[in-house]
């Protein structure tokens, strides 16, 4: 393939050197790919590692690089379950990618946000996304079969999500007790198969409890936040892990022919989110400081210092369908095609299969009681 230039727009419109139509990001290339001549352009994604950011700086200095996700960057809010998405011309709105309710607000230009340090560009096909939650659908017992329609290729949407990364390093003292075991012999009766009382000795174990105090210390790296509130976080938790050793700095042409969404959970939000998400790892530290059989942990103050941050794009195929009166939605993982979702139950399906159930036992029943 030649080297080419590619044509940047205004409104970061990527044209084909070739025909003049708009280039798209293509996952199964990393390229720009043309949908019409097939023309493929590299992306030359800027220089040098992902940044690491101070986080207190930024919270002293919190305008300092406020921008758009793209030049030209169109938003629209979706007015049923309230996300907002980013997308660059010549591609529109459509349907929420979240709930699948029809986008009917004017777009309007994007609002400035905090710039991304990197973004992991989409892996994994549309396709080949398809195909992964048609073999999860597969696999569920008891599912309606309106769940069959998510298998169609329209019904996922490819969304770069924003999370957030920290790097922390913690300081924790504690208080507690330590609990070690000793036993003491106890004499029992209890009557035989004879009907005769028999004694009996047996090992008893007490605990005994001493105050325990200290630090521990620990060095977190990249605690990985979702910045959004349209997808549940535990569901976005279950599609790690993410190869950030992967990440590449942030180019608009990787959203070429997708989707964004800005945060919806600001930085210091998200600090005190990844507060929570080291607690469990600094109280089994301190449990483990802490030693003997058993642990009471009374008390644990926190030192967080040298914190930093990132902000990440991270892509996932979205696909949202409506059962009764509820949404239900289903993930995939950009990257490795992990799936993750909800679903109901076909209430019929169970009746019957419980019906059948009861038959079948009517039948033996009644073989059996002849006899």
């Not at 529109?92 to 609002?111: H, I, N, T």
């Not at 993930?331 to 019929?348: D, I, K, L």
Request: proline content about 6%; overall charge neutral; some cysteine.
């Amino acid at each position: 393939m030649q080297e080419q230039t590619v044509t940047k727009e205004k409104a970061h419109r990527f044209r084909c050197p070739g025909c003049g139509a708009d280039l798209q990001f293509a996952p199964e290339g990393g390229c720009l790919t043309c949908p019409y001549c097939g023309r493929q352009e590299r992306i030359e994604p800027p220089a040098g590692a992902v940044e690491e950011r101070s986080y207190e700086q930024y919270l002293r200095l919190h305008a300092d690089r406020m921008g758009t996700l793209a030049e030209g960057a169109l938003e629209v809010a979706c007015q049923t379950c309230g996300a907002t998405v980013t997308f660059t011309p010549p591609m529109v709105a459509g349907e929420c990618d979240f709930c699948g309710s029809p986008l009917v607000a004017q777009p309007r230009s994007a609002d400035p946000v905090l710039a991304p340090e990197g973004v992991l560009p989409f892996k994994v096909t549309r396709d080949a996304s398809t195909a992964a939650v048609r073999d999860w659908l597969s696999s569920l017992w008891f599912a309606p079969n309106s769940l069959k329609r998510l298998a169609a290729h329209e019904g996922l949407g490819g969304v770069y999500i924003p999370f957030w990364t920290y790097d922390a390093y913690t300081s924790s003292r504690y208080a507690g007790e330590r609990g070690e075991y000793y036993y003491t012999t106890e004499t029992y009766t209890e009557r035989d198969a004879q009907g005769r009382d028999v004694t009996k000795t047996r090992q008893v174990r007490h605990t005994r409890w001493h105050p325990a105090s200290g630090t521990v210390e620990r060095w977190f790296d990249d605690i990985v936040i979702p910045a959004t509130k349209s997808l549940p976080p535990a569901r976005l938790t279950a599609l790690e892990p993410w190869d950030l050793g992967e990440l590449t700095g942030y180019e608009p042409a990787y959203l070429s022919g997708y989707k964004a969404q800005r945060y919806q959970v600001g930085l210091a939000e998200g600090f005190e989110l990844a507060k929570r998400a080291a607690a469990p790892a600094i109280e089994s530290d301190v449990r483990g400081d802490i030693g003997g059989d058993e642990q009471r942990v009374t008390h644990i103050a926190t030192n967080y210092s040298a914190v930093t941050f990132k902000h990440l794009l991270l892509p996932v195929y979205v696909g949202a369908y409506r059962f009764g009166d509820k949404v239900y939605q289903v993930v995939v993982n950009g990257r490795t095609g992990e799936v993750q979702g909800e679903r109901p139950y076909s209430f019929w399906k169970i009746f019957f299969l419980v019906l059948f159930a009861v038959a079948a036992l009517l039948v033996v029943a009644l073989v059996f009681g002849r006899r």
